[in-house]
């Protein structure tokens, strides 16, 4: 069997965003973990729900069913409802390892999410491309959850 070898180099991923969302902190510290979790959706579109163990050592996942599925990471902080930390590989099926923040803090009559993540490994280049865009998504649909919340009165 001939061994082929290739060149590999290892990337970093640095991703920083922000946005004021019109709510409580605990509104949307709740929205966060309903988007992260059960009504998480695909920034190309439909349902991606994820299980989040929303405690220190908690797994984040993605269950497809008859075990099977997607291990994105492990909570390493949580301090609601003003941090969140997930170190793991995330979305990335090779040799990777992330680390987002979610940090919360109270902004005017609004509250300020601010995601950080940050990567290194051998990451592919095509996939990193929309990371930017797929973040601004999560938070775009967790200002939409906290609308929603307002709205029903929750």
Same mark, same amino acid.
């Given at each position: ?5 290739? @060149? ?29 979790? /059960?009504?998480?959706?695909? +920034? @190309? ?35 609601? +409802? ?6 793991? /590989?995330?979305?990335?099926?090779? +040799?990777?390892?992330?680390?987002? @923040? ?41 200002? @939409? ?10």
């Amino acid at each position: 069997m001939l061994m082929q070898e290739t @060149q590999t180099t290892v990337q970093t991923l640095n991703v920083e965003k922000s946005q004021v969302i019109a709510a409580s902190i605990t509104i949307v510290w709740e929205s966060m973990l309903e988007e992260l979790g /059960p009504a998480g959706a695909h +920034p @190309q579109g439909g349902p991606m729900p994820m299980v989040l163990e929303a405690f220190p050592g908690g797994r984040w996942f993605r269950d497809t069913g008859n075990n099977t599925g997607h291990f994105w990471g492990s909570v390493q902080v949580i301090k609601p +409802p003003k941090l969140l930390e997930i170190c793991g /590989p995330l979305f990335m099926s090779y +040799p990777a390892i992330s680390h987002v @923040q979610y940090r919360l803090t109270e902004e005017g009559k609004g509250t300020r999410l601010s995601l950080i993540h940050k990567a290194i490994g051998l990451l592919d280049p095509d996939q990193i491309k929309g990371v930017n865009e797929g973040w601004q998504y999560k938070l775009d649909k967790m200002a @939409q959850h906290a609308a929603r919340r307002l709205k029903e009165g929750k």
